[in-house]
């Protein structure tokens, strides 16, 4: 998935994926640093004994965003 965003990095503000293997996280934070990702964030949701994460991310500098917000509000 991480491969496949760099490819239309620039067609969407932010790209994210639900991750519920804790180890599984390491890869894919090494393979978003490897793809150049500007931005990442991990949110972790627990739900009774299960703990899973949203792992968030963007290929787009903070400027870049806003001129993306901007872009697709005033369409």
Do not use: Y
Not at 17 to 23: F, G, I, P, R
Not at 43 to 50: A, D, L, P, T, V
Request: glycine share 2%; net charge positive.
């Amino acid at each position: 998935m991480v491969e496949q965003s760099a490819l239309v990095a620039h067609q969407c503000l932010w790209f994210s994926t639900l991750v519920s293997k804790k180890d599984t996280l390491p890869i894919i934070q090494r393979a978003l640093k490897a793809a150049k990702a500007l931005d990442v964030k991990t949110i972790s949701m627990k739900h009774g004994q299960k703990v899973s994460r949203i792992v968030a991310w963007t290929f787009l500098s903070p400027a870049e965003q806003t001129a993306w917000k901007n872009e697709f509000w005033h369409k």
